[in-house]
């Protein structure tokens, strides 16, 4: 089982910038997508952004060209860069990961947006 680390939350004020990372225990080229969800207290969790081994990009739809999801793989390392954010963005911010053998979560990290 892959081990998942995110990275990077905080609390931002509406309108600031965070970027989340999470740090895979191997290499990420295996797999076959890498991932960003999120979860609002009272509310399902949802895509953010997944980017696959050939480096498609899927966004939910309320990003909106805000946020921009990469990887550096050999830093075995997947990043959301997260832009204009707002009090709606405030969620824990889970890291996926997807083969052919398992779907791997992290722990998640907290993103509070507040003034």
């Known amino acids: 089982q892959v081990q998942l680390v995110e990275s990077g939350g905080g609390l931002v004020q509406p309108g600031g910038s965070l970027r989340l990372s999470c740090a895979a225990s191997?290499?990420?080229?295996?797999?076959?997508?890498m991932g960003w969800y999120r979860q609002a207290p009272g509310k399902q969790r949802e895509l953010v952004a997944v980017i696959t081994s050939g480096r498609t990009l899927n966004y939910g739809g309320f990003v909106k060209g805000r946020f921009t999801i990469s990887r550096d793989n050999a830093k075995n390392t997947v990043y959301l860069q997260m832009n204009s954010l707002e009090p709606e963005d405030t969620a824990v911010y889970y890291c996926n990961a997807r083969s052919t053998r398992s779907v791997d979560w992290g722990q998640g990290t907290q993103v509070t947006v507040s003034s």
């Open positions: 191997e290499n990420i080229f295996s797999f076959n997508s």
